[in-house]
């Protein structure tokens, strides 16, 4: 083969272009969701079943748990949508900070619920549970399914590797999530994929004026607002 000639470029695969173009789609929906939220603060972030009815003990706790926050200054984050995340909303809607829903578009339309003072929807997941992540001084996390251990996972993941900073996880229910903890000591610490020490980062608490307690415990030597070092490590979430 002559030196100089040049090995052919492979055919670019049909739909790259459209692929490379939506990359401007995602920056646009992290640059709108910060300046939206960004002067939320402090604010936590609650989670739960989507499935969980009104007339439930969960979403009459969470509902609470949301209405004691917001009355002693936080703003509260959910998804937006039905169950303890429309339980989280409506706490807040009726307490003194705002109550804030992150929504997001899926094939079959989740609706809104009536009781967020701001509302912003997302398109993907990953941005999604980045702005909870950015904008919470605590998570407070109820009884849920898939969606809640993954947001529950991303928080515990992100804390452990230290890619953002340590804030309160607390967990509502102890019937609910007493067999996963069991599990994490019996078996993740067993197996040494964990270590004992990890299991600070999360603490069970059943009752809401205790939720809002822990949070202001951990809080107490610091202000609520992250340093500098911490939010540039925000920055690489």
Known sequence: MNSTSKIPLPAIPEGTSKE??????IM???????????YIHPAVSIFGSARTKPDQPYYQLAEEIARLLSDAGFAVISGGGPGIME??????FYGKSPSVGLNIQLPH?????????????FQHFFSRKVMFVKFASA????????GTLDELMEALTLVQTGKTRRIPI?????????????WF???????????????SFIQLIDEPQAVVAA??????????????AERERQLYL
Request: proline fraction near 5%; charge should be negative.
């Open 215 to 228: 949070i202001f415990k951990h809080y107490e030597t610091r202000g609520f607002e992250p340093s500098d």
């Open 139 to 146: 998570y407070v996390v109820m009884p849920g399914g898939f």
């Open 109 to 121: 339309e989740q609706a809104g619920n009536p009781y967020q003072n701001i509302s912003h929807t």
């Open 20 to 25: 490379a173009w939506r990359v401007f789609g």
């Open 28 to 38: 646009s929906e992290f640059v709108s969701a910060t300046e939206r939220l960004s």
């Open 185 to 199: 000591r019996t078996t993740l610490i067993a197996e040494k994929v964990i270590n004992p020490s990890d299991m």
């Open 170 to 182: 607390i967990l509502v229910g102890s019937a609910f999530w007493g067999g996963m903890l069991d």
């Open 87 to 92: 339980a989280a909303n409506k706490g807040a």
